[in-house]
């Protein structure tokens, strides 16, 4: 089955073609993003392949439709970014990579904490520099601390038991408890509760219409001062402009961020020599307490080679008309 494989990445190609072994399925790899404007790049394709940053909108997907695309296989496990409810009504089947490596993430958020609370990143630099002051590179403890985590499914249950080491208290917030987290040391309390009592809080709930802006002005009102916020979930949980000018009231102790509201137009791509017309994401990036990385923390090799081998078997469950195992259906909207 011919599939269109959308922002590919070298790595990406390494990954899909290994799981690929006997070549049944036929890649065509395009480095361009999929939005409406290159969705006509998939003419003549039953299936097509997308990341993170793929724009599936009604627009883009009319136009797939028009080509013959039929089944969507997403190479991640977030599907806001795909208009689901249309790709229904027009029969498109999509599916997705429901777990990779929940550890690659809880693991990539403990990192970010560490950083920022210890500055080892800019330690690194400073000693590179031959400055080996330590003036200005002042942390805290983290045993004692209270760390808030908004979502406890995979990766914030992983995130709970990762914690257990550092003799932190854990509190947590779902609408979906999940009994093991007491086990590993939590304790759920409601959302504001969780704003007003931690040092740290940590985002690894889906963006949906509830938690869009969770992070916002009047959020960050209810949190303690000198609060960290970690988003390693998706862009749009936090407002940038209201965490701008809570860092700049000094309100805000320190930021962690994998992902960014706009980060379409800018991560996994080299921008270096090109001027950046994002004055919120050049603000945010001026700040010595905010770390912002590119959407990288799924990226092990572990979760690369399970998201290439969950995709082509869903690729290949489209192509022998099995059942789909990992569909991704309009009612999980509602979860
Ligand atoms: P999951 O579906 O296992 O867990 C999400 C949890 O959030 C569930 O327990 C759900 O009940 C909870 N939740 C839903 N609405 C909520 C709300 N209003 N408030 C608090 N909690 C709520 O998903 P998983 O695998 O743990 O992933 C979490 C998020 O991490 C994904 O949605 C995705 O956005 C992000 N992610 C980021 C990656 C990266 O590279 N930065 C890689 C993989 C996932």
């Known amino acids: ?15 899909l073609r290994a799981a690929n072994g006997d070549d049944a399925l036929k890649f065509e790899f395009y480095e361009e993003r999929l939005n409406h404007h290159t969705a006509a790049l998939a003419g003549g394709r039953r299936a097509i392949c997308v990341f993170v940053n793929d724009l599936l909108d009604s627009r883009c997907l009319d136009v797939l439709h028009g080509h013959g ?15 689901l409810r249309h790709a229904t009504a ?6 997705h990579v429901p777990a ?12 970010l904490i560490l950083a920022l609370n210890r500055k080892t990143h800019r330690a690194y630099n400073r000693v590179r520099d031959g400055n080996f002051s330590i003036d200005g590179l002042l942390g805290f403890d983290l045993h004692g601390c209270t760390v808030g985590i908004i979502g406890t499914g995979k990766i914030g249950m992983v995130f709970a038991n ?25 304790r759920y309390v409601e959302r504001d509760e969780l704003f007003a009592r931690s040092d740290i809080i940590s985002l690894h709930c889906p963006l949906t219409p509830e938690t869009f802006h969770v992070v916002s002005e009047e959020s960050i009102e209810r949190m303690k001062k000198g609060v960290m916020i970690i988003n390693t979930s998706r862009g749009a949980l936090v407002d940038a402009k209201a965490v701008i000018r809570g860092l700049k009231s000094e309100y805000l102790g ?25 004055d919120v994401l050049q603000r945010l990036i001026t700040f010595p307490n905010v770390l912002i990385t590119s959407h990288q ?4 090799d572990t ?11 869903n690729l290949t469950a489209c192509k022998e008309g099995a059942a789909l195992n990992n569909e991704v259906t309009v009612e999980m909207l509602h979860r």
Do not use: W
């Open 1 to 15: 089955m011919k599939t269109a494989v959308f922002s590919v990445k070298p790595y990406d190609k390494k990954f």
């Open 254 to 278: 320190y930021l962690g961020l994998d992902v960014y509201e706009q980060e379409a137009d800018f991560f996994y791509e080299n921008l270096s020599e090109t001027i950046i017309h994002d």
């Open 162 to 186: 990762l914690l257990r080491g550092f003799g932190v208290n854990v509190l947590g917030h779902d609408p979906f408890p999940n009994p093991a987290f007491a086990s590993a040391g939590g």
């Open 303 to 313: 979760a690369l080679g399970n998201i290439a081998e969950t995709t082509v078997a």
């Open 297 to 300: 923390a799924y990226f092990t």
């Open 90 to 95: 027009l029969g498109i089947k999509v599916t």
């Open 100 to 111: 990779y490596s929940p550890y690659a993430v809880a693991e990539f958020a403990l990192a």
């Open 69 to 83: 695309v039929r089944f969507i296989a997403l190479r991640c496990a977030g599907f806001n970014h795909v208009d």
